[in-house]
């Protein structure tokens, strides 16, 4: 994995790259093994996640935000073939996971496919 840090910052991804962050928003563009733009929002209760501008998840969060998201990716998205080993149907499952330090600031941002990390964020 390769490294983009900055200044409390670290970025390890061989498969995506950081677009756009701030308080409890990113958007993370996925390079490999398919290609989208993934954006998850947790403003106002409500936690969403968006690939390619399309809701692909959501949930009301008035007590609780949660810290793990699992979906199968849309058929509309291609997944490379063999990604998690020949004729795998868990290639298509994608998770977020999500730390937050006291304040609710995402602390660590972790994408994973089929059980193999995309992208991961410390801040």
């Known amino acids: ?14 498969h995506a790259r950081l ?15 398919f290609q989208a733009r993934l954006t998850y929002s947790g403003w106002w209760f409500r936690q969403v996640l968006l690939i390619d501008q399309t809701p692909c998840w959501f949930q009301i969060s008035w007590l609780k935000i949660h810290p793990r998201i699992e979906i199968d990716l849309p058929v509309s998205v291609p997944v490379a073939p063999g ?8 290639s298509r499952q994608l998770a977020l996971q999500l730390d937050f330090s006291r304040g609710l600031r995402i602390r660590r941002f ?12 410390i801040t």
């Open 1 to 14: 994995m390769t490294s983009a840090g900055g200044i409390g910052r670290e970025v390890f991804s061989d």
């Open 19 to 33: 677009v756009e962050r701030s308080f409890l928003y990113r958007v993370v563009e996925v390079t490999g093994p």
């Open 83 to 90: 990604w998690a080993g020949p004729e795998c149907a868990a």
């Open 110 to 121: 972790r994408i994973w496919l089929a059980g193999r990390i995309l992208y991961d964020e």
